[in-house]
């Protein structure tokens, strides 16, 4: 019989760390196409969706960046 035993390193990143950081980039792609779908009546409101879409699309830049981040140092290569 074989028997295996799994050890956690402590520099080690889990996927709990990564879990927030894919909700929050897949929930901000969902919202920014979304929110874009529409036609905006007014001025005010094309530049409220502009300025939404600006900070979704940075905030999902940087959220990428994490996953990245996360992905490579748990493959080993950071």
């Known amino acids: 019989m074989i028997t295996l035993t ?3 390193s402590s ?3 889990t996927e709990d760390a ?4 894919l909700f929050v980039a897949l929930f901000l792609g969902v919202v920014g196409t979304v929110y874009a779908m529409g036609e905006p009546l007014t001025k005010g409101e094309m530049r409220l969706r502009m300025g ?6 940075v905030i ?3 959220m ?3 996953l990245v981040t996360g992905i490579m140092r748990r493959a080993g290569w950071l």
Do not use: V
């Open 52 to 57: 939404t879409l600006i900070i979704c699309a």
């Open 6 to 8: 799994i050890q956690a």
């Open 11 to 13: 520099d080690a990143i």
């Open 60 to 62: 999902a830049l940087i």
């Open 64 to 66: 990428a960046f994490w």
């Open 18 to 21: 990564l879990d927030p950081a």
